[in-house]
């Protein structure tokens, strides 16, 4: 095992041996290298699935048709949280193309997962003939365990951090030093400074503690206080824009709007929280003055409606007159 950095942090007399590679072998004559940033990521992917899968069961939502929207919806996240990160550094990988699929070195952009992975989920809904609001609830909650779990894979990186600090949990490492050192052109044409010799905001941190916390708020509202489909979600815009707005002006490493000194994130994450607590409000609004429930988990055609009800007749048809001809039988026997 090789690649460890040794992290320090001001409250704490110690250094911390971090290693960003989990397995490094060879098989069949090909090197494989597994990184801890990958690993963790899979790990609170696999936790989220697991709730939503659960979630999904209790809700009575058909397994066959979450599959679908998991697998469409995992590949188009990934695929736009990588667009969302390339187009953002175009001027480097406008030069260096063979790097854009090397997603195990970083570079992926939770917003582009976020509405690439939304996008394919809705065209799924409406395809497989589920509720998207319902499904877009569960998928919220689950987002914040992936979230939260997955930002400790930039610890084991060292990247994703703020900048210079004094309170007792800021960070300093060699290879923290070494970026900061490499970037204070980047750092000075957007108008900040940060120093390679001190601590730094350990922003990872910060967003993993909100993102869990967030979880289990919204899983609360959702147990006690849910009103309508797509409530989770928009509370989940709130929540999460609020956190990103502030984590994002901390950090050192965020994608700007081209020629300007606007952090791309942070401006969205701001008009998230903002739209979100809008339509929140409105429809808490709505509910209270019309209340009504909550809408089922899937959704039928007029067809498929007026089919069900001509099921639901006939059968109750053949339950009659089985009934008639048990009570006439019965009635015949001395």
Known sequence: MSDYTVVYFTGIN???????????????????????????IAFGFLLAVLFGGRMA????????????VLIYGTLAA???????????KWDYYGNHLSDIPKIWNGGLAIYGGLIAGIIAAYFVCKARK?????????????????QGIGRWGNFTNQEAFGVNTDLPWGMWSEKVADY?????QFFAANGFEVDPSKPVHPTFLYESIWCLLGFFVLYIICRKARLFSGQIALCY???????????????TDSLYIAGTTIRISQALSAA????????????????????KPIDGVDYFTELELKKRDEDIKQAQKWLDAYLEREKSESGNVI
């Open 130 to 146: 589920m509720n998207f609001w319902n499904l877009l609830d569960i998928a919220t909650m689950s987002f914040l365990i992936g």
């Open 180 to 184: 900061i050192a490499a970037n204070q």
């Open 237 to 251: 815009g709130v929540w999460y824009g609020v956190e990103r707005m502030v984590v994002e002006g901390l950090r």
């Open 57 to 68: 069961y209790k809700w009575k939502m058909s397994l066959d048709k979450m599959v679908d």
């Open 272 to 291: 998230l929280a903002l739209v979100c607590a809008v339509l929140l409000v409105a429809l808490i609004i709505k509910y209270k003055k019309h209340p």
């Open 14 to 40: 110690r250094g911390f041996s971090v290693p960003s590679i989990l397995a490094d072998f060879s098989i069949f004559g090909i090197d494989v290298q597994i990184r801890f940033y990958g690993a963790i």
């Open 78 to 88: 990934i695929v736009g949280a990588r667009l969302y990160y390339v187009f953002s």
